[in-house]
Nanobody, 130 residues
Framework: QVTLVESGGGLVQPGGSLRLSCAASGFPLELKYYAIGWFRQAPGKAREGIAC????????YYTDSVKGRFTISTDNAKDMAYLQMSSLKPEDTAIYYCATAPTGYGCYDGRSSRYEYDDWGQGTQVTVSS
């Protein structure tokens, strides 16, 4: 059974940092053969793709609002993906999700296609507030 489990969310003050983790298990292939996406959903808003990484396609994408502040990474040996977030702002408050898509799908230059991701975690809450 394929599962993704996010962790690392919490309450942080504006300007602070958090690192979200995404533990993958049950995948038939190594994690490097999948595109990894991070998404977030704030109350009353649609889920948005904020970052993705495809090792096989050599693509890393960040939406403009997080570019320069967030960094996506993976540790294939541990089947882990990460989202390092710094200079956090109140508008970053949301539930954050990781997701995977087959190689060649989901993560493209200039966008992350939400509907092409097959497997999703349950989400972790990030709240940025003083």
């Amino acid at each position: 059974q394929v599962t993704l489990v996010e962790s690392g969310g919490g309450l942080v003050q504006p300007g602070g940092s958090l690192r979200l983790s995404c533990a993958a298990s049950g995948f038939p292939l190594e994690l490097k053969y999948y595109a990894i996406g991070w998404f977030r959903q704030a109350p009353g808003k649609a889920r948005e793709g904020i970052a993705c990484f495809s090792e096989s396609a050599r693509i890393t994408y960040y939406t403009d609002s997080v570019k320069g502040r967030f960094t996506i990474s993976t540790d294939n040996a541990k089947d882990m993906a990460y989202l390092q977030m710094s200079s956090l702002k109140p508008e970053d408050t949301a539930i954050y999700y990781c997701a995977t898509a087959p190689t060649g799908y989901g993560c493209y230059d200039g966008r992350s296609s939400r509907y092409e991701y097959d497997d999703w975690g349950q989400g972790t809450q990030v709240t940025v507030s003083s």
